[in-house]
């Protein structure tokens, strides 16, 4: 299969220049799009067809759920069997935005989307183009991140071309996304929202729209353990991982520049193609040629927009063993040594 690669600039684009990708979308092809936080897969999450689509372009297993993404709030009384409480004020305070809220699903919404749960995950994204793709194809679109399973998410449509050209009908290359880590999931099915999946919305800006808020025990272990397993299908596999060994390095920041300095020294001995991901701050203690900076300790944004793009670039390389400091993990640092722990498989060393 071809597949058409449509540019189109986000903070101008005509009437005319999506209708392409939404006929794709009608006829129950596949398109990726930019949204805020990484791009999309997308294809009509009402037609069990194009979820299947999906899951076969990405090479997913099927029992893994997708995202429901829509442009109004009332198209949730339309996906969700119920509507608590909860889910108004999330929507109000959230949306359009990086948040996905769980909820019983309504009957039209085919279990092939949902990977067999009685639940759905819904989501509507603030990204021009993604708005503009849900409301002028009519279509309710089924979007797991644009990726093959088990590589990070695309930030930039390139990451998508590596990734899917030639399994997809249309790529629409809006540029690079905003936020870089994949929405926030909240389940509001429960009796306490639980958070799934940190991200850029974070667990003190839920708690003050919504009192109590509880994080999934998975999320948060730093470890895998026998009998803690992520209640988001999506978040049990290995996933964002690069294909060298990356090893996570905590403590004092001398010690951890001492630390990493000595173990790039040993593997290198080796024989080995090694790397280093560090702070914009401590990236010149390194040799240049093997640091990565990937962003300001000021700036938790910079790292997260960063981080994606920094691991497929490991895999360009070549790299062997990689080695990243850690980051803060309160607020957006959450979600990103989250995402870092997966992605070196929990491999930490403390310095
Ligand atoms: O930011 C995002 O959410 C991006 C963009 C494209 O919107 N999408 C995304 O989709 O990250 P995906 O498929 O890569 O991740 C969806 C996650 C998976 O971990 C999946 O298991 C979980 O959401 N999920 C989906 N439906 C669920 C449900 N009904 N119950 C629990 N987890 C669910
Ligand atoms: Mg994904």
Redesign the pocket.
């Known amino acids: 299969m071809e597949t058409k690669i449509l540019q189109v600039n986000p903070e101008q684009f005509g009437d005319e220049e999506l209708q392409e990708a939404c006929q794709v979308l009608r006829n129950d092809g596949l398109v990726a799009f930019p949204?805020e936080?990484?791009?999309?897969?997308g294809g009509n999450a009402l037609h069990k067809e194009a979820a299947n689509h999906i899951y076969a372009a990405k090479g997913?297993p099927s029992d893994?759920?997708?995202?429901v993404?829509i442009s109004e709030v009332k198209s949730l009384y339309e996906l969700a069997a119920d509507v608590p409480e909860a889910a108004k004020k999330l929507s109000e305070a959230f949306w359009p935005g990086?948040l996905?809220m769980?909820l019983p699903?309504a009957d039209i919404v085919p279990k092939s989307t949902?990977?067999g749960?009685d639940?759905?995950?819904i989501?509507m994204?603030s990204h021009p183009i993604?708005k503009e793709l849900i409301r002028q194809s009519g279509v309710y679109i089924a979007?797991?991140?644009?990726n093959l399973s088990g590589r990070p998410?695309p930030t930039k449509a390139e990451h998508v071309i590596e990734d899917l050209s030639g399994c997809i009908d249309m790529i629409i290359d809006g540029g690079e996304v905003g936020i870089g880590?994949?929405?926030t999931?909240v389940?509001l099915t429960g009796d306490v929202p639980m958070v799934?999946?940190p991200?850029y919305i974070t667990l003190e800006m839920l708690r003050e729209v919504l009192g109590n808020v509880e994080v999934d025990p998975a999320v948060l272990s730093r470890e895998v353990k026998p009998g803690i397993v992520?209640?988001?299908?999506?978040?049990k596999y290995r996933h964002y991982a690069p294909k060298g060994q990356l090893t996570i390095v905590e403590g004092e920041t001398k010690q951890v520049v001492a630390s990493i300095l000595q173990m790039v020294h040993d593997k290198q001995k080796e024989g080995y193609k090694v790397a280093v991901i560090a702070a914009q701050e401590t990236a010149n203690c390194y040799p240049s040629g093997i640091v990565y900076s990937i962003g300001s300790r000021k700036c938790e944004g910079s790292i997260a927009a960063g981080l994606y793009d920094i691991l497929r670039e490991m895999d360009h390389l070549g790299a062997e063993y990689i080695f990243a400091e850690s980051f803060e993990d309160d607020n957006l640092g959450q979600a990103i040594m989250n995402r870092m722990l997966k992605a070196a498989g929990y491999h930490i060393v403390k310095a």
């Open positions: 949204t936080t990484v791009y999309g897969l997913r893994n759920p997708l995202i993404h990086p996905t769980i699903k949902t990977g749960l639940t759905v995950a989501r994204p993604a979007a797991p991140s644009a998410s880590l994949e929405s999931i389940d799934l999946r991200g992520a209640k988001a299908p999506g978040m």
